[in-house]
């Protein structure tokens, strides 16, 4: 494997979680998930850590683990604004990600398609 396979091997491991999936679902469009914040611009500076625990009903360090390995992925990064931890995604780390999984899957599918190919 090359590190191009790595990384979507990351990527796949990293929205493998629902709960991780769907805090980058709402991190993509974080105007129409989150209220506006006090801190920090929701689009430009990304959505504060309190705002994520609060909405997916976990416990700030279990929420911190999930962004940990979100970020590790490279499909968010953070960034401190006074005490607090705000994300946001990386559109073409995600993008790439899937384009390259799309790639993948398309290199080892046999010509004339998959299980419903007659």
């Keep these: 494997m090359d590190a191009d396979d790595e990384s979507i091997l ?8 629902r709960h991780r ?8 469009a974080p105007r129409q998930h ?11 500076d990304g959505v504060c850590v309190g705002f994520i625990t609060e909405k997916i009903g976990m416990s700030q360090p279990t929420v911190t683990g999930h ?7 490279g499909l968010v990064t953070s ?3 006074k005490n607090w931890v705000f994300y946001r995604p990386c559109r073409d780390v995600i993008a790439a990600r899937l384009g390259g999984l799309e790639g993948l899957l398309g290199a080892a599918a046999p010509e004339g398609g998959g299980p419903d190919a007659q």
Excluded: C, N, Y
């Design 34 to 44: 989150f209220p506006p914040q006090r801190d920090g611009d929701l689009v430009e």
């Design 79 to 81: 960034r401190r604004i």
């Design 10 to 17: 990351a990527f796949l491991k990293a929205v493998s979680s």
């Design 21 to 28: 999936l769907l805090i980058l679902t709402w991190l993509l």
């Design 67 to 73: 962004m940990q390995i979100l970020a590790e992925a």
